[in-house]
Structures are given as C-alpha cells and as structure tokens.
C-alpha cells in the first residue's frame, strides 16, 4: 500500500515533511511529488491516475488542488490547508467546501501530520500490521 504526497508549491515541503515523518514512523511507502493544479493541470491529473491507496494534497490560496486530485480518482483524497495567507482559512475553506459528489477529507491548517495519520488509518482498515502500530502509538499518546 502507497500514499501519494502532492504539494502545490515547494514552498509547501516543511508540511510534506511532517507528513513523511509520521509515514516513516508507521514504514508506509509514499511518493512525494510537486504539481499545481493550476500551472500542472495534466501532470496533477496524470498523478491522481496513477496506482496510490491514497493521496495527501498540501496546498495553499486557491488550494485546488485536494478537489482537482478528487475529480480524478474515487480513492480518498486528504487536504491539508496551508497558511500561506489569511492565515490559512482561505485554503482551509476551498478544500472543506468541496461541491457533493467529490469529497475530500481536510485536516487542520499545516496540519500534514494528522494527514499523515488519516492516511494511516485508512490504509489500516486492510493492514492488520498497520491496525496494531496505529493501537500502539495511541496508547503511548495516552501515557500508558
């Protein structure tokens, strides 16, 4: 099982690298990649094509990108607003409010880690391995 993790901008990478961090940690394969949804529209497209269990879109302003990836695939799609302006709920609101049919999931503004984690329950639901690190990690959360 795969993540693709696509940022609108490089200026987005300290978010993806939060989300690698919780990847590794749980030792879920990813891609990282860089595609705009509006200066890469057929790259961001053939990427949400490609063969990923599910995608993390960082984005920011506009933040397109999570619908557009979501208007291409029927995998789950998770946006993560970025504070690029407004303090990020510019961003936050494009990707929360998403027209029906094409949902996406959105976490918290630069919030790539709870990105991660949601990608890790998702793929948890078939990985027994990945079910058991995810019960794990939250009992260490808990203190216990």
């Known amino acids: 099982m795969k993540v693709l993790v696509v940022m609108g901008s490089k200026s987005d990478s300290h978010i993806a690298e939060d989300v690698a961090s919780v990847l590794d940690e749980f030792g879920v394969e990813y891609d990282v990649e860089v595609a705009s949804a509006h200066r890469n529209p057929k790259k961001v497209e053939e990427l949400a094509k490609k063969d990923y269990d ?3 879109a960082i984005a920011g302003l506009s933040a397109a990108l999570p619908g557009v990836i979501a208007a291409h695939t029927t995998k789950p799609v998770i946006g993560v ?3 690029a302006k407004l303090g990020g709920i510019d961003a936050l609101l494009s990707i929360a409010q ?3 049919g094409v949902p996406v999931a959105t976490v918290g503004i630069d919030n790539g880690k ?3 984690l949601l990608a890790v329950e998702i793929l948890a639901l078939k990985d027994e391995g990945l079910r058991k690190k995810l019960e794990e990690y939250r009992e ?3 203190g216990g």
């Open 54 to 56: 599910v995608f993390i």
């Open 81 to 83: 607003p970025v504070s």
């Open 98 to 100: 998403l027209p029906p």
């Open 114 to 116: 709870n990105a991660a």
């Open 140 to 142: 260490k959360m808990r």
